[in-house]
Each structure stands twice: as structure tokens, then as C-alpha cells.
């Protein structure tokens, strides 16, 4: 008799090693960002929803070692909240927007995103993704769409670190080629993800093989989109939102980027100071200039 896998269905994706193809990871997308209205959606809802063939969600449940997609639904079903229906999904978002100006509603809503974050990524993890970052000569960050404040915040920060940045903020591939032919040896490039596979940048598998064939390192700071990501990066820092499937806010993102931040001015305090009073320099001598 076949043992039965009961890890999540987070883990079976993690793990999984063959090809996810753009069909596969749209899928996924949709079930593993919105579990709860996942666990009701037969295999052709499904299907309409990651705007697939219905047939590639069974092909993909198999894929992953389920007998079928009823199996992988399942297996999600004895991860999520019980009694959710999809009708009570519309309701919350639509609570969601007629709240949006309800300040201490939205307080509460980001105080439970900061909670998921610190349950879901470690000091140790950060820590490990610093390393990689401050031996780097260039930090290269590469963003589309909805990452750009995170993209732009980040950049900030490592500058004023004293870090040289180099970014790509929503490049096509014939750009992002041209902006990474300086990319060398021991450098570093942050990828940004989240909501949909889409959501990573054009390029992305060539620049990750190019990045892995010169021994440059690359991060990943998404949400459950980057258990899809194939190639791996060397790291990847996931978090996600309790309300993901209805609020978009970019809150715990932007406490990772300050914490990995604040944890590289921690490993070379001198530099950050170096960092600091440059800029202090350049501002004063441009305010001072009287052209």
C-alpha cells in the first residue's frame, strides 16, 4: 500500500524538482494565494480562473504525485480554514473596500500581516541573504508592476549604506540584457514576486542561469508566487498576508527589505557610516552650490 504524503501542499510544490511550465505556475498561483476559494473550485473553475485548459490541472495535480485533482483538493482542504464559502470570499473583500478609510481597520489588518511575517521568515533566513549581500560589489534589484515602491525603497536604503545598486525596474529582455552586462562574479540580484507568475520579470530563467554561470548569487523576496519560480534563486524570502487573496498591501515586504537593510549596516557598521556621510557631504555641498 503507497504511503500517504500529508506535508502541505506548500511543501509538495517546494519540493517538487521537475518543470512547472507558465500554465502549471498559474495554477498554482491562484490556489496556493487564495487557498480558501481554491478548496471550492472544481477543476474547470479552476481552470478559468488561471485562464489554462481545464486538462492542465489534472495534468498538474499528477504532476506533483496526486492521483488527480479531487486528491490535490483534498490535501488543500485539510489546510485551510473550514466553512469559508465563496460567496463569504466576495463579502470579505467587498468589507475589505468599504473599510479602506477605516483607519484602525486597517491597523488591525496590517498588525495580523506583521505577525504572519515574523512566523513565516527567521533572522536566521535574513542573515543568510545578508551574507550573500555584502561582499557584493554590485547589488542588482529587478522589479515589475507593483514592486516598484519595494524596488525603489530598497535601492534607497542600500545606497545609503553604502552599497552600489544597479536597477531594473519593469525592463523587457532586450533591456534587462543591456542593464545586466556588468553583472560579475560575487555580485548579487534581488528579484521581486508577487500575486502571479506574470509578476516576475521578463527574462527571468535566462537571468537566473546567468547569474548561477558567472557565481553570482540571487534572492527572491515573494510571496507563495515564488514556490513556482523555476529556476530556483539561491534564496528566497516568502512571506505572506493572512488576507492575501484580499488585501494587496505591501507592509511585510517592505519590514524585510528594512530589516535585510538594517541587518548588512549591522555586519559592516563602517560602511554604512562611510555611506551616510557621503551623502551628508554631497547635500551639503549641493545646497551650498549658488549656480
Known sequence: MKDVDTSPLSEVVKAFDGKLTGSDRSILSVILNDPEQSVFLSATQLAEEAQVHASTVVRLARKLGFQGYPELRDRLRTEVKPGVALSQRSQQRMVS???GSNLSALIESE???LHALQKSISQTQINAAAERLANANTIHIVGRGG???LTVHLDRRLRRNGYTTNVALNMQRRDLAEKFMGLRK????IFFAFQA??????GYAGLIAHTARIGAHSILICDSTGLTARPRPDITLMVNRPDEGVMQLRTGPMVLCEALAMTLAHKNPERAVDGLEALEILRTNLLNDKD
Open 97 to 99: 473596500i468599504e473599510q
Open 186 to 189: 560575487g555580485d548579487a540580484v
Open 111 to 113: 498588525i495580523e500581516a
Open 197 to 202: 507568475p506574470e509578476s516576475l520579470p521578463a
Open 147 to 149: 514592486a516598484a515602491p
